[in-house]
């Protein structure tokens, strides 16, 4: 989860930076492999840059420790729910990478939190999946 995410001096604008500079080269073959109907490489190609960016944006992080309030990692319960206390107010971005049905999948969301507000957001259809 990221705040602020289009300033490239927070974890969301350098998430966002990332992701684009990653998909920029393949963006040719995006094109030529969707003509052929080749989703699940698409898949495969999209999946590889929210990896890379998400990894970029960790070290970025570890980097400028006094942004490490703006990139929050959580893991599911046995359920597989998740919940997140203590966020400020904001807009924030929310990246879930995992699997669902056996396939390597993601899911993107961007939420504007009042204070005092709780909320639950659905993420049931995934950006991108792939079998693994």
């Keep these: 989860m990221f705040t602020h995410r289009f300033d490239t001096d927070t974890a969301g604008g350098q998430y966002t930076y990332r992701l684009q500079k990653l998909l920029a ?5 995006v094109k030529a492999l969707a003509k052929n109907g080749q989703r699940d490489e698409i898949a495969r190609l999209y999946l590889g840059s929210v990896d890379g960016s998400l ?36 807009s924030y971005e929310i990246v879930v990478r995992g699997t669902v049905a056996e396939k390597d999948a993601d899911w993107e969301a961007s939420v504007d939190l009042h204070p005092s507000q709780t909320m639950s957001l659905s993420l049931t259809t995934p950006r991108f999946f792939r079998q693994p």
């Design 25 to 29: 080269p393949a963006t040719k073959q």
């Design 55 to 90: 990894a970029a944006v960790t070290g970025w992080v570890s980097k400028h420790p006094d942004r490490s309030s703006q990139l929050r990692t959580v893991r599911p319960d046995a359920q597989g729910l998740w919940s997140l206390d203590g966020l400020n107010a904001g």
